[in-house]
């Protein structure tokens, strides 16, 4: 059974960090590009940021560059991003995201609510 959970969510004042992990579980999770994503209410889903298999290279969304780091252990089948000087339009339903191409494979967590707030 596939299970991405994602935890450290929660409520933090402007210029404050979170940090957001995902365990994985039921799947090969080395194989998989690690993602994460995040949708505001009646929006679609905005790639945030994205690790390769190896963790040799990532990609980040011009809005979080500088501020959002993601990071993956294959040995502890964890995915974390690291969100820094955090900004309310930051805010919004952070979703934990494996994909595998040659499979056209995609999994998704049940997503962590990150609220930026004075």
């Known amino acids: 059974q596939v299970q991405l959970v994602e935890s450290g969510g929660g409520s933090v004042q402007p210029g404050g960090s979170l940090r957001l992990s995902c365990a994985a579980s039921g799947f090969t999770f080395s194989s998989y590009v690690m993602r994460w994503f995040r949708q505001l209410p009646g929006k679609e889903r905005e790639l945030v940021a994205s690790?390769?298999?190896?963790?040799?290279?990532?990609n980040y969304a011009d809005s979080v560059k500088g501020r959002f780091t993601i990071s993956r252990d294959n040995a502890k089948n964890t995915v974390s991003l690291q969100m820094n000087s955090l900004k309310p339009e930051d805010t919004a339903v952070y979703y934990c995201?494996?994909?595998?191409?040659?499979?056209?494979?995609?999994?998704w967590g049940q997503g962590a609510q990150v609220t930026v707030s004075s």
């Open positions: 690790i390769t298999t190896a963790g040799g290279l990532t």
């Open positions: 995201n494996a994909f595998r191409q040659v499979f056209g494979t995609n999994y």
